[in-house]
């Protein structure tokens, strides 16, 4: 599940200390990708933090898809709500919270269909493993 709070999180190999990743997370949220990678300097094999999508309980796949998308229907329309009440047009009554509605279906969409791109590399990528283990 996403938090508020954004870690740095850096990676290094333990055999050479090559530094492999450096990126922001939300604390305590579900990242969906290669479980393992190899370090380019030695080639060791180590752990990400990432989770592929076959590894997911169910649990843990619908928090995947709803944390995201409910925090947009929640976040927009009240932001259309208050923005379009203070400031824009406050004779128009419940525009500002339609248009905040409108604004986090689009939102949905576009971060549903990059959720599930992000699932179907997942499968296609554990699907290539366990196809060139055979």
Request: glycine share 10%.
């Amino acid at each position: 599940m996403t938090g508020f709070f954004l870690s740095w999180r850096t990676s290094r190999c333990p055999q050479c200390n090559t530094r492999l990743q450096a990126k922001f997370y939300p604390d305590d949220s579900l990242h969906l990708g290669a479980e393992t990678a190899g370090c380019p300097r030695c080639g060791a094999r180590l752990k990400t933090g990432n989770l592929e999508w076959i590894h997911l309980s169910r649990q843990q796949k619908v928090l995947y898809f709803v944390s995201d998308v409910g925090a947009a229907f929640v976040i927009f329309p009240l932001l259309g709500l208050v923005g379009q009440e203070a400031v824009i047009y406050p004779k128009f009554g419940w525009y500002g919270f339609l248009v905040g509605v409108v604004l986090a279906g689009v939102c949905a969409v576009l971060v549903s269909i990059s959720k599930l791109l992000a699932v179907w590399l997942s499968v296609k990528r554990v699907g290539a493993r366990r196809a060139s283990a055979i």
